[in-house]
T-cell receptor, first 112, second 114 residues
Framework: KNQVEQSPQSLIILEGKNCTLQ??????????LRWYKQDTGRGPVSLTI?????NTKSNRRYTATLDADTKQSSLHITASQLSDSASYIC???????????FGTGTQLKVEL | DGGITQSPKYLFRKEGQNVTLSCEQN?????MYWYRQDPGQGLRLIYY???????QKGDIAEGYSVSREKKESFPLTVTSAQKNPTAFYLC?????????????FGAGTRLSVL
């Protein structure tokens, strides 16, 4: 069964600190992996998309890594800000078609 | 919200009533999608359309219907056959198929049952 599991389920950090969110998947065959940010009561917004051959991709203070051999990805947030408080969703695309599998998200709260 | 407009933001449905959620995009995208989001679960695909006048069922299509008469519009009807409609509904669009292209989401419609 194709699954995407994220950890931790929730996380609280102080403003200015770094954090890393994890994503493990069993989707096969694999096409690409995306990270989305979803503010409460809003639609998700794309942060990064990585294909099989990409190990790292950055978008401002967000850096995503991908290890296709171990089927793991991480999202590192540097120098967190209050506006980073949101749910971060890992999404894996099934190769050869249009199927996306969504993780349940990590709920991040950044506090003063 | 990337040029995708969903309305209304909040919607209430009575027992036995059909309700329609609106989704309009001005991104000139061919593909459009409807997802349902429930607490503690990942987004689940209800219906998708890759071109005007064509659409396919997703993983949880029962109790829902859609139409795609115009490229810009992809309304979702929640019928009385959907026994558990309370959820957050998200519409998205992409240039091509969702497998290769980034999806842009609307702000969502929260549906509740009275």
């Amino acid at each position: 069964k194709n699954q995407v599991e994220q950890s931790p389920q929730s996380l609280i950090i102080l403003e200015g600190k770094n954090c890393t969110l994890q994503c493990n998947y069993t989707v096969s065959p694999f096409s690409n992996l995306r990270w989305y940010k979803q503010d409460t009561g809003r639609g998700p917004v794309s942060l990064t998309i990585m294909t099989f051959s990409e190990n790292t991709k950055s978008n401002r203070r967000y850096t995503a890594t991908l290890d296709a051999d171990t089927k793991q990805s991480s999202l590192h947030i540097t120098a967190s800000q209050l506006s980073d408080s949101a749910s971060y969703i890992c999404v894996v695309s099934l190769g050869g078609g249009n199927k996306l599998t969504f993780g349940t998200g990590t709920q991040l709260k950044v506090e003063l | 919200d990337g040029g995708i407009t969903q309305s209304p933001k909040y919607l209430f449905r009575k027992e036995g009533q059909n309700v329609t959620l609106s989704c309009e995009q001005n991104l000139n995208h061919d593909a459009m999608y409807w997802y349902r989001q429930d607490p503690g679960q990942g987004l689940r695909l209800i219906y998708y359309s890759q071109i005007v006048n064509d659409f396919q069922k997703g993983d949880i299509a029962e109790g829902y219907s859609v139409s795609r008469e115009k490229k810009e519009s992809f309304p979702l009807t929640v019928t009385s056959a959907q026994k558990n409609p309370t959820a957050f509904y998200l519409c998205a669009s992409s240039i091509g198929g969702q497998g290769l292209n980034i999806q842009y989401f609307g702000a969502g419609t929260r549906l509740s049952v009275l």
